[in-house]
Each structure stands twice: as structure tokens, then as C-alpha cells.
């Protein structure tokens, strides 16, 4: 029945048509005339229509225009749709009509402006399908096009019809931004019609060859055909006309990052690092070649510090870096090189480090990229060379064109000796094959000591302990360390000689390792299993770290006995402390508490002051790890313990000062290398004694107002300067374990909106962002469940909304949360953090939601508490809650500073990479962004709603087409230009 009706609708409409076409009826006759057989609302019609009409139409081998202008009336009212006419026309295939098809190619020309769609989600489907086919019909026609010119060289219709192909074919790709995105997402949709696609672009791609023998005179075409046929048969998102890149700086965005890693990471394996800069590079929009220039000079900028740290990674791990960079990028060919050689363009920081060091700085840094110091260069030799002569190029023009005494004030100063950090690398490898070949025997005691001597005179043991934190080698070393330290550990029953240097060599491993672990945290540790070491686990349990002091209740774990405390109190008191037969881990376990009997006893009256001397004295000079377990006690005792008000009794810093201040020992028969374990106990015990410091530095702020006053000192030196130097990143750390991350995301904001002038602002952002990395998750949760709300909220931060400080918070949003996203098991860079990161992030999110609770108990609205989620769902609970705030937002139609915020937001998150923008977009409703569009339709260029919906699903594309043809629907004056 179906049937039925629709071939007599298609008879009555085919003789309506004729008898228009005999009658010459006008448009407007034949408008009313058809409603008498079309029903609007029934399917189908518009398309039986236009194929009447365009079958009618080419009858001939001239156009029937009467019909074409009928045609142009039925789309001006909607009797039809551009849909059915494109695919109508993309089915004609009377190429030996010549003048009928270009009589559709100007139709389709003549209506370029106005082709749309309006409907619902699949209309827009079957549109965007419509252009895909007129796309392989234009492919198809210019080939024939092609051919007949072949056959006839002098045809006039036959060459307009190429340059009309031609025309349209720009106009799909390039010539309408709104039009070339439906049609890429109509390629997406339909796997089949691309691949009629491709088949006509390989056909015309054959044709076009013959061009140059036919068209002469125009060479232009056949390069203009071939670059369109590419763009048409291509779906890569990236041929699109590209969005504006966001203003920035990429060292700035770096550097903070970088420093946060040297300094408070350096034994990292760079994985984190390397997911971080990637993401960095992505959303910065940089090539491998800019990211290879900043790291390069943020690094030689980090030199010019003089420290070891720093050394060590610009020349034995910076190439590493770069390598695993390499590893998670296409097409890296001439990458590294390019990024060197634009390192060149800072020669003015080139010739500084050169005034610093006694070397070029530059030929170091290229050199451990090149085959010399790795066995995978990433650089060629011919690459190594080119770089080498265009600095020294350089060099020679400065000193030609150098003045009197220009760089020669530098070079009054202290020099160092970078050559040292290779020394150092190669000494590494030696020493641990010399510990290696050594047998754990009494006999070579001597033997290892002297080694060690070596090792840890002048500053050397600094300069190792750099390079082996670089290049990977530190568990090796740290091994060895612990297996001498075990085995001497236990003297039993041998001479006094051999047991004098058990003793000494039990001591200097523990004075090395204790060092190790104030270098790099007891995180090196981890892996080392306890056994019945002493080591791990009272570095573990008790050691005092830089920022890390252990609970005083820990000291009760490492099970002390009373009866050994109380034989080596007998021994103290006596003046003398054996060495033979004794099991020095039990001794270093129970000292501490033997110095709680002594400072008892002095505070009791049992002993005087000359004889608490005295017994201090022996301990310190016995052996030097005394000091230390004592030290690590009275800090614990310091923070944890109850406060000490008797006057009788001195205070822990008292007694560390003491232990400090008592006089160099000599090198005896019973004290072997005494003089060098002496100075570094008191380094160790100066490092720890900073722990009091800064808790009574602590004690004394006052609701914060000191630390933040201390970190606007240190923020305005790094605004100075431009970077975050050494004892800088020291201090940041410092300010943001102290203060917490609430507080430090809330200092780091006010900074951001205390900016005014754009460049300024620039800067701003992309410094903040970058100390953002000291603990990235953490303080991208602060901002999103802390510090956005209470803004949005209006209570009383609404002027952080207005311009510029609105945007660029917006800015900074985007880039912390497309960072997380990206990195979603980054970590924190301070040493201090809890062990248990679920944990730790969980509270910080609930002390968040206190203030949130307070603000909807009103309403009774439930809002949940937050525990023990990892660290993934907690990020992912945050993104959809900011939408949540996002959507009340919008249900607004009235514009105000934070709709402002919303779209900012939305406007930075389009400038990402594809898959970042739908990332970070996806819980944004496709309704509340049709309502925005609908607001502010200058504000969404085209291409943006390919990248904020997911165009490799149905629902992704389906909702893209929808937007466009929303904007393409907006009248002119409001639209985005294309």
C-alpha cells in the first residue's frame, strides 16, 4: 500500500512539474500548486521532490531552467532541503551533458552561503553524509571533466566546468571553516562513502597528471587540484584551520617543574617528569625542538648555581630525558639538533657559563648527547661538529668584537671545574667494582677504609653521590654500603687491631649512608630489605631527615635492652667503650637512651657538669655515630616530647651545639680515619640541628602571617629573576609543607590576580603553573574543590572574576586539570608526604567540603565524605563536580562575571590538542552547550565542536553536527569569523 502511495505521489509530482514547465508557471504558482501534494510533515517528500526535479531538469542536453529556478523556490520555502538536492545532484552521472552538469555545479555555487540543515540529530547526519557525496561527485566530475577535455581541447564548457569544480572543491576544504568540518565528521560517520571518496580522489589524482599537455597555459591548476583532492579524501582532524595558540612561555612553564625534580627529586627514574613535560608540550602546542632548547637552557641557567645536583643532570641525564621524550613522539628526525642549535640564540647565557666554568659549556652539553657518552646518540657526528663550529663561530666573533674587560669581571670570581661530573661518572663505575672485588674478611678492613677516605674527602662524596642520583648507578652503591655496614656490624672474639677497624669501618659506612639519606630521603631505601641490618631500619623508624622528623615512639621499635644500656653506661662512666665482642648495631640502638640516663642524672644532681662533659665528650670521640642516634633522638624529643622546664637540664639544641662545637680529633692506631669521620658527624648533626630551628620558627608564626610573608619574599625574587633557584625550590618546599596546599594554592592565586597588564599576566600564569607541579594532583584538587567554588560562590572573591583575572584563572584551571589528566599517577616532588597518598589526598578534599556543608545544611542537601578513594577517582569526582557548579551557572540566561568564567574556561580548554579539549570537556552536557552557543555564537569558531566532542563515537558526532548546524543556522552578524 506503502508503494502504492508513493509511486502516485511520484506521478502526480512528475506531471505537476511538466505542467508547470508547459503552463510557465512562476515560483510562486507553483508554490501553491504543490502543497496540494506534498504533505510537509510526511517523510520523504523533500527528496522525491528534488529528484523529480533534477531528473526533469537534465532531459536534455540543455538545462531546463524554468525547472532549476522551481528548484531555487523550493529550497527559499522549505519544499525541500539541501540535503535531498546535494545527494540528488551527486547522483547525476550524464557527463556527456555537459552544459546540465555545469548548470548544477552554478546551482550548488549559487547556494554555497545558504546550505544547511535544519532539523534534529539525524537530519544533521544525513547532511553531513549529503556533502561527503557532492565531494566524490565533484572528484567524479572534474576526472571526466578531465577526459573530455582530452578529447577536445577547445570545449569552453568543459574548461568552466573544471574551474567550477574547482571552486566548489575549495569552498568544501578551505574556503567555509563551518562547512569543512561537517564534512570531515560526515567522512567519520560513514566508512563506506569515504571509501568512494578516496576511489574518486585516486581517480582525478590519475587524471590530473594529463593537465599539464592539455591546460598549457595554466600550471597553477594541477597543483591546485592535487593539493584539494588531498584535503578531500584526508579525515585527520589536524588539516582543519588551526584555533589561535595560547600565549606562553615554555620556560617559565618549565622551569619550576625542572628545578622541582633536580633538587627535590634527584634520584627520580624521570618517568614522572617525562609524562609531565609531554603533557606540557601538548597543551603549550611546542615541537620536540622548542621543548629541547628550554630544558637545555633552563639547565645552563641551573649551572650558573654551582651546585653538584645541578651538574649532574645537565650533562648525565638531561640526555636521557630527552631520549624518553623522544620515545612518546612521531617524527623526532633533526629534532634534537634543531633544539641545540636554537640554543644559540643565547649566547649571552652561553658566555656567562663559559666565564663560570673552565670549559665551553655548550661543547659539554652537545657532547653527551652525541656517541662520546651515549651508546644511542641523539645527535649524528656530522650534527655534533655543525653545532661545535657555529658556537665557536660565536666565540671568535665576541672576541673580536670584545671590549676591555667585558667577561673578564667574571672570571675573577670562583671557577669550577664541570670536567669533574664525567670524572665522576667513570670513578663511580670503578669504586663499585673495587667494592665488589673486596672479601668481606677482617684482613681488608684497612684496605676498604682508605678507599672510603678517598671517597668522602674534600668535596668528592658530594660530587659522586650527584653523579650516581644521574645516572642510575646510586642502588649500586648504596648496596655496598649496606653489606659493609652489616657485616662489621658484630666483632667477635678477634684482635684489638682488627676489631679497632671493624669498628672504624662499621662507623664511617653508617656516618655515609646517614649522609646518603639526607641527600635523597630514606626513599632509597625502599627497596632494601631489613633483615638483621641495623640501617634501613633505624633510618626508617628514627633518623631525622631535612623536613621528616620521626614520632619519639618510633625509638621504642628498635628494641633496646636494658641490660646493654646499662653495661654501656658502666662503660662510659668508666671512661672507655670496647670494641671487642660487642654487636655495634645493638650499641646504636640503645645510645640514645643511655643519654637520657645521663642528662637525668645531671638534672637529678647525680653527676656535675665537668663529668656531663666529660661523658659527651667520650662518646663523640669514640665513635662518631653516637652523636648521630643521640641527635635523632633529642630532635624527636624536641617536636614530640614534653617540654623541658627545668633549668638544670641542658635543651636538646644545647647539647647538639655542644657535640658541634667540641674539637677536631686526630687519626690514632685505635682511631683510624678519626679526623674525617669527625667532620662529617658535625655536618650531619648541623643539617639535623635545623630541624629545632625551624619548629621554633614555626612556633613563632602567627595565623600564617610569617609564611606568608616569607613566601612574598621569595615570590618576588623569583619574579625578578625569572626562575626558582636552588635554595629557592628548598624554601618553596618548605612554605608548601608548612602551610599545606589550601594555603599555598591560595597564596599562589592571589598572585595571579594581583597582575594587571597582559604580559604580565602571561608570565604570571605560566609560573604559577609551573610551581602547581611541586605536587600537581593535590593542588589541582585544591583548586577545583577549594578555590574555584568559593570564587563562584560570590563570597567575597567575585573581583578574582573580573578581567584579566578571570580568564587567566581559567587559563590555569584548564592547564592543572588537562595536566592531571594526562599524568593521573603523578605524585608529590616534597620528600615528606605521607606514604599513604589515598589517604592523605581524601582529607584534603573533605576539609574542602566543610565550608560546603555549612553553605547547604540550610537546604538539607547530603553532601558525601570523601574516604580512602584512590587518587584517579578523586580527580575524576572533582571534573564533574566543577560541571555541577558549571550548570547552575548556565541555567541563567543573564551575562555576569561568572558565565564570564564558563566561557573562558570552555575557550581555553578548545585551544588544547584534540583529545585533551574532549577530555577535559566530556562531562559538559551538550544542552548547556547549545544554550552558551545560542548566547555567544562569536565566541565558538567551527572547528571547536570537533574538538569538544568525541568524533570517533555515533553520540560524539551526532552532537558536533548539531552545533554546527546551530551556528550555521545564527544569523551572519553573530557568527565567528571563518
Not at 508557471?25 to 521532490?49: R, Y
Not at 645537565?314 to 636521557?320: A, F, H, I, S, W
Not at 676591555?404 to 670513578?427: C, H, P, W, Y
Not at 555567544?936 to 553520540?955: G, N, V
Request: hydrophobic content about 40%; aromatic content about 6%; overall charge neutral.
Amino acid at each position: 500500500m506503502t508503494l502504492d502511495k508513493h509511486g502516485a505521489r511520484n506521478t502526480a509530482l512528475k506531471g505537476m512539474l511538466i505542467r508547470a514547465w508547459r503552463e510557465r508557471w512562476t515560483p510562486s504558482q507553483f508554490g501553491t500548486q504543490i502543497k496540494t501534494i506534498l504533505n510537509k510533515s510526511s517523510a520523504g517528500e523533500d527528496v522525491e521532490l528534488a529528484d523529480q526535479i533534477i531528473a526533469l531538469s537534465a532531459n536534455g542536453p540543455s538545462p531546463n531552467k524554468l525547472l532549476l529556478d522551481l528548484l531555487d523556490h523550493s529550497l527559499a520555502s522549505q519544499l525541500t532541503t539541501y540535503t535531498a538536492v546535494l545527494n540528488s545532484i551527486s547522483r547525476f552521472t550524464k557527463y556527456n551533458l555537459p552544459h546540465c552538469t555545469q548548470a548544477f555545479l552554478n546551482l550548488v555555487l549559487k547556494h554555497k552561503s545558504f546550505v544547511t540543515c535544519r532539523g534534529e540529530g539525524d537530519d544533521y547526519i544525513q547532511f553531513s553524509l549529503s556533502l561527503v557525496s557532492l565531494a566524490a561527485w565533484l572528484l567524479n566530475t572534474a576526472s571526466n571533466t578531465i577526459s573530455r577535455l582530452s578529447d577536445s581541447a577547445d570545449s569552453k564548457v568543459d574548461r568552466d566546468n573544471l574551474y567550477l569544480c574547482l571552486d566548489l572543491m575549495t569552498w568544501l576544504t578551505t574556503e567555509d571553516t563551518l562547512i569543512s568540518c561537517v564534512l570531515t565528521a560526515g567522512k567519520l560517520h560513514d566508512l563506506d562513502l569515504q571509501q568512494e571518496l578516496i576511489m574518486a580522489a585516486k581517480g582525478l589524482s590519475k587524471a590530473v597528471e594529463q593537465l599539464h599537455t592539455i591546460l598549457p597555459s595554466d600550471t597553477e591548476i594541477q597543483k591546485q587540484l592535487m593539493n584539494l583532492t588531498q584535503k578531500l579524501r584526508s579525515q585527520e582532524l589536524s588539516l582543519l584551520p588551526e584555533i589561535d595558540k595560547p600565549k606562553s612561555n615554555l620556560a617559565l612553564a618549565i622551569q619550576s617543574l625542572l628545578s622541582f625534580d633536580v633538587v627535590l627529586d634527584p634520584t627520580s627514574d624521570l618517568v614522572q617528569l617525562t609524562s609531565q613535560l609531554l603533557a606540557i608540550m601538548a597543551m603549550y602546542r611546542v615541537r620536540v625542538s622548542a621543548m629541547v632548547c628550554e630544558l637545555t637552557r633552563c639547565c645552563i641557567m641551573g649551572l650558573n648555581e654551582c651546585s653538584d645536583r645541578w651538574d649532574a643532570f645537565t650533562l648525565l641525564k638531561l640526555n636521557r630525558l630527552v631520549a624518553k621524550i623522544l620515545e612518546n613522539r612521531k617524527d623526532t628526525t633533526g629534532e634534537v639538533y634543531e633544539g641545540l642549535l636554537r640554543c644559540l640564540q643565547y649566547s649571552h647565557l652561553l658566555d656567562i657559563s663559559d666565564a663560570t666554568f673552565k670549559v665551553n659549556i655548550f661543547e659539554m652539553v652537545v657532547t653527551s648527547f652525541s656517541s662520546d657518552k651515549r651508546k644511542s646518540p641523539l645527535i649524528s657526528e656530522t650534527e655534533c661538529k655543525q653545532l661545535l663550529a657555529a658556537r665557536q663561530s660565536q666565540l671568535d666573533k665576541r672576541n673580536k668584537n670584545q671590549t676591555d674587560g667585558e667577561f673578564k669581571s667574571n672570571m675573577n670570581g670562583e671557577q669550577r671545574d664541570l670536567v669533574n661530573i664525567f670524572k665522576a661518572d667513570t670513578t663511580l663505575m670503578t669504586i663499585i667494582k673495587t667494592f665488589e672485588q673486596r672479601i668481606a674478611i677482617s684482613e681488608s678492613f684497612e684496605n676498604l677504609l682508605s678507599v672510603m677516605f678517598h671517597i668522602v674527602k674534600g668535596s668528592s662524596f658530594d660530587l659522586l653521590l650527584s653523579a650516581a642520583s644521574a645516572n642510575g648507578t646510586l642502588p649500586s652503591l648504596l648496596s655496598k654500603l649496606l653489606y659493609f655496614n652489616k657485616i662489621t656490624q658484630e666483632s667477635m672474639g678477634e684482635s684489638n687491631k682488627d676489631a679497632q677497624f671493624r669498628a672504624a669501618l662499621f662507623d664511617m659506612t653508617f656516618l655515609m649512608l646517614i649522609y646518603m639519606v639526607q641527600c635523597f630521603s630514606s626513599k632509597i631505601l625502599s627497596t632494601v630489605e631489613e633483615d638483621d641490618v641495623l640501617f634501613p631500619r633505624w633510618a626508617r623508624l628514627c633518623m631525622t631527615e631535612p623536613g621528616n622528623v620521626k614520632p619519639l615512639e618510633s625509638f621504642k621499635e628498635l628494641e633496646g635492652t636494658e641490660t646493654l644500656v646499662d653495661t654501656l653506661l658502666q662503660q662510659v662512666m668508666q671512661g672507655e667503650i670496647r670494641v671487642q665482642v660487642i654487636k655495634w648495631n645493638q650499641v646504636c640502638a640503645s645510645v640514645h637512651e643511655v643519654m637520657k640516663e645521663i642528662l637525668m642524672g645531671l638534672e637529678m644532681g647525680s653527676i656535675n657538669q665537668e663529668t656531663y662533659n666529660r661523658l659527651l665528650h667520650l662518646l663523640a670521640s669514640k665513635m662518631c655515630c653516637f652523636p648521630i642516634c643521640i641527635a635523632s633522638w633529642l630532635v624527636s624529643s624536641e617536636h614530640f616530647g614534653e617540654q623541658n622546664l627545668s633549668r638544670t637540664r641542658p635543651s636538646p639544641l644545647e647539647v647538639l651545639d655542644q657535640f658541634v662545637s667540641m674539637p677536631e680529633g686526630e687519626d690514632s692506631d685505635t682511631r683510624p680515619f678519626f679526623a674525617k669521620r669527625n667532620i662529617m658527624m658535625k655536618n650531619i648533626l648541623t643539617i639535623m640541628r635545623k630541624e629545632i630551628i625551624a619548629l621554633k620558627q614555626n612556633e613563632d608564626c602567627d595565623n600564617l602571617t610569617r609564611l606568608s610573608a616569607s613566601f612574598t619574599k621569595l615570590w618576588d625574587s623569583m619574579w625578578t629573576q625569572s626562575q626558582l633557584t636552588l635554595q629557592g625550590t628548598k624554601e618553596m618546599a618548605r612554605l608548601y609543607s608548612t602551610g599545606g596546599t589550601h594555603w599555598y594554592v591560595k597564596m599562589l592565586i592571589s598572585k595571579l590576580n594581583s597582575q594587571v597588564y597582559s604580559e604580565e599576566v602571561s608570565k604570571c600564569v605560566d609560573i604559577v603553573f609551573s610551581l602547581m607541579h611541586i605536587d600537581l594532583p593535590a593542588c589541582t584538587l585544591s583548586l577545583l574543590i577549594n578555590t574555584i567554588p568559593t570564587i563562584l560562590s560570590g563570597d567575597g572573591h567575585m573581583e578574582s572574576l573580573c578581567y584579566p583575572a578571570g580568564a587567566t584563572l581559567a587559563r590555569l584551571t584548564v592547564h592543572c586539570l588537562a595536566a592531571t589528566l594526562r599524568s593521573k599517577n603523578s605524585g608529590p616532588y616534597t620528600p615528606n608526604k605521607r606514604k599513604y597518598r589515598s589517604v592523605e589526598l581524601s582529607e584534603l578534599c573533605n576539609q574542602a567540603t566543610v565550608r560546603v556543608k555549612l553553605r547547604k545544611a540550610g537546604s538539607g542537601e547530603a553532601v558525601p565524605t570523601l574516604t580512602n578513594a584512590s587518587q584517579e577517582q578523586l580527580i575524576m569526582k572533582a571534573h564533574n563536580s566543577i560541571y555541577q557548579m558549571f550548570n547552575q551557572i548556565c541555567m541563567t540566561s543573564n551575562k555576569n562575571p561568572k558565565l564570564e568564567f564558563v566561557y573562558s574556561f570552555i575557550e581555553e580548554s578548545i585551544k588544547l590538542e584534540a583529545a585533551d579539549c574532549c577530555a577535559l570537556l566530556s562531562p559538559l552536557t551538550a544542552s548547556v552547550l547549545y544554550h552558551l552557543v545560542r548566547m555567544e555564537p562569536a565566541r565558538f569558531p567551527p572547528q571547536a565542536m570537533l574538538r569538544i566532542f568525541d568524533t570517533s563515537s555515533a553520540k560524539g558526532r551526532r552532537n558536533a553536527l548539531t552545533g554546527l548546524c546551530l551556528l550555521r543556522n545564527i544569523p551572519p552578524e553573530k557568527l565567528p569569523e571563518s
